[in-house]
């Protein structure tokens, strides 16, 4: 019912454009008169006065009504099934009821369950027509009023302008709220941790084995969680998979730009932005699979001992994946470089590689600078290449041969399983994800100061 509700508004919203554009062309063809604002205008105004508040209407609706559909459920549930249940077994017996309410049946549940899935079935019934009727109404109620305020000297245009500048404002709000949340989450979480594992032990421990005592006089199962060893992993992978793609993809990017013809540019150009939408588990079967044999067997006759799980093989496939966002970047940021520039530096005697070496690449240098960075936090943020191709083990070293894990790996193993959420093994996920994030913030931030010391040196 929230989809048919959504699609409505939608259709109400385009009606009542066509309805206040008719009106306003009326209204001058009547009185012989020019507008204020074009009538696209006006079908604007009413459009945007109904669909905005509309929607905003039926978003709120649909985050309270679960809230209180649970409220209204545990109250008319038998008081002595409710007797002595814990805050979170309340939540097992609504999920139990919500889950026989879609027909999702484990064994022989009990009667008053079926009784509570049913009343919640007619309860969101009846939620989803009223809500349904509720918008329709609401929309009938503004499109009256936005209709009647359409005029011949009615500011449409400045209305409309106002409306989409409140809504930029709003989303530009609201992604800074997001932001803020994230990073609070992290922050909280992060702190809860560093209450059970000293800051000194997890920065600069070189031990990482996140594990929690089973039983009270377990010693060994204390855990260490020194990251130095999963950071290691992650800028090792990385750094392999930039030394493959960054070469690779700028001089594929300045050969697109200024080699080839525009036939064969049209051809190879997407054919690499392929490489961009193939699934990661793909990448991640073509590296054990076929790279990590081949690397395998390659260091054998070398007489070097390749590991069946290695940086290498993880980093070398990784490189050929972020190897569109580099090309593809650095191309449209060669192409933007202004034609006067190389024409400049021709009329001065310089030949085709010294213009692209001392004008094109410091000119580009934005666009390539933005290529690279996303290529890394691509790479850094990658998970199941590494699984598959590099192994789970945290192993300090810089051989790129052997075994070693990342970041996002680990977070992904912390989190999974039937874990307490307030032990230091699922906790020290979140300070993972807080290191990182300081990280990669230093990181944009240093790049954002060397393309600025460039641009002013350049300009």
Excluded at 9 to 23: C, K, P
Excluded at 35 to 54: E, N, R
Excluded at 309 to 324: C, D, T
Aim: proline share 5%.
């Amino acid at each position: 019912m929230l989809s048919t509700t959504f699609i409505l508004l939608i259709a109400i919203s385009l009606a009542s454009f066509i309805l206040g554009r008719y009106r306003i062309v009326r209204l001058a063809a009547q009185a012989n008169a020019a507008t204020h604002s074009l009538p696209s205008y006006h079908g604007s105004f009413v459009a945007l006065w109904i669909g905005v508040p509309c929607l905003l209407f039926v978003l709120v609706w649909a985050a309270l009504e679960p809230v209180i559909l649970d409220a209204a459920l545990l109250a008319s549930l038998p008081p002595e099934q409710l007797q002595g249940l814990l805050q979170g077994e309340e939540n097992l017996l609504l999920a139990e009821i919500r889950s026989v309410s879609r027909g999702l049946v484990f064994g022989e549940p009990d009667p008053f369950v079926v009784e509570a899935a049913a009343r919640l079935n007619a309860w969101k019934a009846v939620a989803s027509w009223s809500m349904l009727a509720a918008s329709l109404g609401l929309a009938a109620a503004i499109l009256f009023v936005s209709y009647r305020r359409i005029a011949l000297h009615f500011r449409a245009r400045q209305a409309v302008e106002r409306i989409l500048s409140g809504l930029m404002v709003t989303c530009s709000v609201l992604a800074i709220l997001v932001t803020l949340g994230i990073v609070s989450s992290l922050l909280f979480e992060a702190f809860r941790f560093f209450e059970r594992v000293p800051v000194s032990e997890f920065l600069f421990g070189l031990n990482w084995e996140p594990q929690i005592p089973i039983r009270a006089d377990q010693v060994a199962g204390s855990g260490a969680f020194g990251a130095i060893p999963v950071f290691m992993g992650t800028l090792l992978i990385a750094a392999i998979a930039m030394l493959v793609a960054t070469p690779i993809g700028l001089f594929a990017a300045i050969y697109l730009a200024e080699y080839a013809n525009s036939r064969l540019r049209a051809i190879v150009k997407p054919i690499m932005e392929i490489l961009a939408g193939i699934p990661t588990v793909v990448y991640g079967f073509f590296a054990v699979l076929v790279v990590a044999p081949a690397l395998r067997e390659a260091g054998n006759s070398l007489g070097l001992d390749v590991a069946p799980n290695s940086a290498l093989a993880a980093g070398s496939v990784m490189g050929i994946m972020i190897l569109p966002f580099i090309s593809s970047l650095s191309d449209d940021a060669l192409a933007a470089v202004p034609r006067s520039l190389r024409e400049g530096s021709y009329a001065m005697g310089a030949t085709k590689a010294e213009t692209i070496r001392n004008v094109l690449l410091p000119a580009a240098l934005p666009g390539i600078v933005g290529g690279v960075l996303l290529a890394v936090s691509r790479a850094i943020g990658e998970t199941m290449i590494v699984v598959m191709a590099a192994g789970l083990i945290a192993t300090l070293t810089v051989n790129p041969a052997d075994s070693v894990t990342t970041v996002t790996v680990q977070i992904v193993t912390l989190l999974i399983g039937d874990t307490e959420f307030d032990n230091p093994k699922t906790l020290a996920a979140f300070a993972l994800g807080l290191l990182l994030f300081v990280i990669t913030l230093f990181l944009n931030v240093l790049a954002l100061k060397i393309v600025q010391k460039y641009r002013e040196k350049y300009d």
